[in-house]
């Protein structure tokens, strides 16, 4: 099956310096990545996806890089506000589940 | 447009104990999901329903765990009986047939004690 692996585990940024998330999948058939984010106490929340024909979608500050080949992916955040801190997924998916990366807490320093 | 709701918010029981979650998804997603996540480990897939059939569950850990989706609408994932490694936060997410984005829900944070 699918596996996930998320880097770093944790993440402090100045606020309105650029943090970068990584993951990296295992099974060449997914083709769909979301990420999510999840502040404390509430629900994850689908911030931006991409799917394996485009290889980098942007919104606003927020952009994913998709590397089919090598099988990883990465999400970019610029100009950090403190409201960007807290848990970040990304996901594979090849048929209809998700599997999901271990999470990365970003935290930004005011 | 409501989102995915799940209730309870919040369940503590005891061991060998009986707990019921439930999840109402988004109206109109045929496809619901439910995910699990152990002790801030990543989010774990535990079985995915379209309609009122299983289509996949595959991540359902042991058959002391029972979802069911009666009717096609809202879903329960009941636990019988709880272990102390069933602890976690139990999440429900829908989806529409395309474009494929999974919703959600606020989770139901289950302690088995």
């Known amino acids: 099956g699918e596996n996930v692996e998320q880097h770093p585990s944790t993440l402090s940024v100045q606020e309105g310096d650029s943090a970068v998330i990584k993951c990296t999948y295992s099974d060449s058939a997914s083709n769909y990545f979301p990420w999510y984010k999840q502040e404390l106490g509430k629900r994850p929340q689908l911030i931006i996806d991409?799917?394996?024909?485009?290889g980098e979608k942007k919104d606003q500050r927020i952009a994913v890089t998709l590397n089919k080949t090598a099988k990883h992916f990465s999400l970019h955040i610029t100009e950090t506000q403190p409201e960007d801190s807290a848990v970040y997924f990304c996901a594979a998916r090849g048929g209809e589940k998700l599997t999901f990366g271990t999470g990365t807490r970003l935290t930004i320093i005011p | 447009e409501a989102g995915v709701t799940q209730f309870p918010s919040h369940s503590v029981i005891e061991k060998g104990q009986t707990v019921t979650l439930r999840c109402d998804p988004i109206s109109g997603h045929d496809n619901l999901y439910w995910y699990r996540r152990v002790m801030g480990k990543e989010i774990k897939f535990l079985l995915h329903f379209v309609k009122e059939s299983k289509q996949d569950e595959s991540g359902m850990p042991n058959n002391r765990f029972l979802a069911e989706r009666t009717g096609g609408t809202y879903s329960t994932l009941k636990v019988q009986p709880a272990e102390l490694e069933d602890s976690g936060v139990y999440f429900c997410a829908s989806s529409q047939d395309l474009p494929y984005e999974q919703y959600f829900g606020p989770g139901t944070r289950l302690t088995v004690t």
């Open positions: 991409i799917r394996s024909n485009v």
